[in-house]
């Protein structure tokens, strides 16, 4: 009994290590049998950190990741929670052949190099919390802030990809004066931004934030990647069109507008957008007309959603890449920004989400000199209307939201590369 009892032993230990053997890869499935989608772009992002290459299976189930087997990474994903499998190389073949073959809609994009990530955000505390920050932090994907005076001092050149927190770069302060401008937060960001644009010799605050929107198409223009929600949106077009121009009132800059503005925005400048119109009432909440107020709109919680557009993942990787998902209709959110009037966006954008009844783009996408940028409308993916001095989201409620996925395919873009398949 004891001589059988030792065979067996031998035997299931050489079962473990064939199976070992063969179990290559870990394959991280993407689709709705995923346990934490948004955690496992924190993963992917750790294990190009370390220098272990990534595969992005794009439209395979959902956008899966694939790596080389070892022990450090699996026991990460036990830690983290993510589902994942352990395949052998022969299945991974398989699933590279099926992937290839001429009539399937999928690619392999292989991500090589940890991008370095900025967020612009004023270092004074906000009364508001940042989608983009919330996920990264939640998916422990490591990023540095970034404001005013390391823009002004080159310093972008050190990173990859920049994220513009929920700013007004017309230099309105958000547009929050009627409601907030008493409140001890709207008082500290007006000084800290009047002692920045003095500390740099500009006059006044927009100057300032048209000088800051410059140097960020600068950044655009020699390869960089510029993700922006909310109203750094419009915002930002919008001061690029009026750059040289004075578009606000004597509560912000200590003088009235330019009352022929409008007349002389410069549509060429822009990245998105054109023929819009400013909304010049300074208690008006909008600054343009870009957005689709909640009025025009005509949408409530229940019934606001909007579609994405399936691309060919061979032939249109990009827009592939930054619309992987496990669903293809996300829930609508609110924001300073919202939504975009399509008729108002050039025809080489590509938009990328809209709500296809009310004319709304809601994630668009372009190029820029070697760069390229993406526009998200709305504030929140996971609080419909996100007030301000709210509470932020907690995302360990929502690990497999779509809508927050959305931003984290932009953060893994600037990694990918494509892999050239066996033949």
């Not at 087997?69 to 099926?98: C, F, K, M, P, W």
């Not at 547009?175 to 001890?184: D, I, L, T, V």
């Not at 709109?297 to 930054?322: C, H, V």
Request: glycine share 6%; proline share 5%; net charge negative.
């Amino acid at each position: 009994m004891k001589r059988l009892h030792r065979l067996i032993c031998i035997a299931l230990l050489w079962g473990a290590v064939a199976f070992s053997a063969q179990a290559s890869y870990l394959l991280l499935p993407m689709d709705q049998s995923q346990k934490n989608h948004l955690k496992a772009y924190g993963v992917a992002f750790w294990a190009l950190q370390r220098q272990v290459e990534v595969d992005w299976l794009l439209n395979y189930k959902g956008g899966s990741f694939a790596f080389k087997h070892g022990t450090e990474l699996e026991n990460e994903l036990v830690v983290r929670g993510i589902g994942y499998q352990t395949i052998s190389d022969a299945q991974y073949s398989q699933i590279l052949t099926q992937i290839s073959a001429p009539e399937s809609n999928m690619d392999v994009m292989k991500l090589e190099k940890a991008p370095k990530i900025a967020v612009y955000s004023p270092k004074s505390k906000q009364p508001w919390d940042d989608a983009v920050t919330l996920v990264l932090t939640y998916a422990e994907i490591p990023y540095d802030l970034v404001y005013d005076p390391d823009i002004l001092e080159d310093k972008l050149a050190k990173y990859d990809w920049l994220h513009l927190h929920h700013e007004d770069f017309t230099g309105q302060q958000g547009k929050f004066y009627a409601a907030f401008r008493n409140a001890p937060w709207y008082i500290e960001q007006k000084r800290e931004s009047e002692a920045i644009a003095k500390r740099f010799g500009y006059a006044k605050v927009p100057e300032l934030k048209s000088a800051v929107a410059q140097r960020i198409r600068d950044f655009c223009a020699g390869g960089g990647f510029m993700f922006a929600m909310c109203s750094a949106t419009d915002t930002y077009d919008i001061a690029l069109a009026a750059a040289g121009l004075d578009i606000t009132e004597v509560m912000f800059d200590g003088d009235p507008a330019d009352p022929q503005a409008n007349q002389k925005l410069n549509f060429d400048n822009t990245f998105a957008f054109k023929d819009f119109t400013l909304v010049r009432d300074p208690f008006h909440p909008e600054f343009s007309n870009i957005d689709n107020q909640q009025i025009e709109r005509g949408l409530r919680e229940n019934n606001d959603f909007f579609q994405l557009f399936t691309y060919s993942a061979k032939w249109d990787p990009i827009p592939t890449m930054l619309t992987q998902n496990h669903e293809k209709t996300i829930k609508g959110f609110m924001g300073l920004t919202t939504g975009f009037k399509k008729k108002l966006i050039k025809s080489e954008v590509v938009v990328m989400g809209e709500n296809k009844a009310i004319d709304e783009a809601r994630y668009i996408h372009g190029t820029f000199g070697k760069g390229t940028w993406t526009f998200y409308g709305g504030h929140d993916p996971e609080d419909y209307q996100h007030f301000v001095e709210e509470e932020p989201t907690d995302l360990s409620l929502h690990p497999n939201s779509p809508g927050y996925r959305l931003i984290l395919n932009n953060i893994l873009f600037p990694a990918a590369k494509k892999k050239k398949q066996k033949t």
